[in-house]
């Protein structure tokens, strides 16, 4: 996302999540810097930081993040956004930033999670696709 980004953390302690993600921000931040040869922040605001319990709610979560690039119309496929896990969720790259675990248990092995995030259809496009039919509706309607 060229204004923003979504981090989907496991919390396996009791340690605050808060001061990690601070610690990377801080640290990267410093890091640009230097290497930009720049002073100040590299983000605007807080980080938006909730607790998912629900599993439903964290699955979909997921598919929401992973779809994000393609609902926004920044790529047309979502293995085309190189800032994403996708690959790895969906078995066809292998990296660490994935919990292999949580997608196992929930799809089956190979196209599982693949169809799950294929199988929706975003409010936004939901809206765009309503708004053609009530136009036409509206204009049947004043004839």
Request: hydrophobic share 30%; charged share 30%.
């Amino acid at each position: 996302m060229p204004n923003h980004f979504h981090f989907l953390f496991r919390q396996d302690g009791d340690a605050s999540l808060n001061i990690a993600v601070g610690y990377l921000f801080n640290t990267y931040t410093k890091a640009i810097n230097k290497k930009y040869n720049r002073t100040g922040t590299l983000f605007e605001g807080h980080f938006k930081c909730i607790e998912v319990e629900d599993e439903k709610y964290l699955l979909e979560l997921c598919r929401y993040i992973h779809r994000n690039p393609v609902d926004d119309k920044l790529v047309e496929k979502i293995e085309e956004w190189e800032f994403s896990n996708y690959l790895e969720w969906v078995g066809e790259r292998k990296g660490s930033l994935i919990d292999t675990d949580l997608r196992d248990k929930h799809f089956p092995a190979g196209k599982g999670y693949e169809n799950y995030v294929m199988d929706y259809v975003s409010d936004k496009q939901a809206r765009n696709e309503l708004r053609k039919y009530l136009f036409e509706m509206r204009s049947n309607y004043n004839k």
